[in-house]
Nanobody, 120 residues
Framework: QVQLVESGGGLVQPGGSLRLSCAAS????????MGWYRQAPGKERELVAA???????NYADSVKGRFTISRDNAKKSVYLQMNSLKPEDTGVYYC??????????????WGQGTQVTVSS
């Protein structure tokens, strides 16, 4: 079973920066894509950024040019550098990992969520 542990959320002023981290643990699995989603109060969860095993990235239009996703395959970790934060970036951020094993095809694992609040 794959477990994800997130860290790095918090309270930041508009224009500030935060870096989110997510590490996968467990055994006998391989990782395909990794990504970050967020859910604002009263809204549906949405994709913020994703990165494939080959390093190709995809961003929501609202964060392009401000957020950068990266991964460290050796550490089974994914990161989200968030710069020029805006109040509308506030929400719970969830790490997502698409993994597979010898016995099962691709599945999703989710982190517990970390709160990001952008406010003065």
């Amino acid at each position: 079973q794959v477990q994800l542990v997130e860290s790095g959320g918090g309270l930041v002023q508009p224009g500030g920066s935060l870096r989110l981290s997510c590490a996968a643990s467990g055994s006998g699995f391989s990782i395909n894509a990794m990504g970050w989603y967020r859910q604002a109060p009263g809204k549906e969860r949405e994709l913020v950024a994703a990165i494939t095993s080959g390093g190709s990235t995809n961003y929501a239009d609202s964060v392009k040019g401000r957020f950068t996703i990266s991964r460290d395959n050796a550490k089974k970790s994914v990161y989200l550098q968030m710069n020029s934060l805006k109040p509308e970036d506030t929400g719970v951020y969830y790490c997502n990992v698409k993994y597979y094993t010898r016995f099962v095809s691709e599945r999703d694992a989710w982190g517990q969520g970390t709160q990001v609040t952008v406010s003065s």
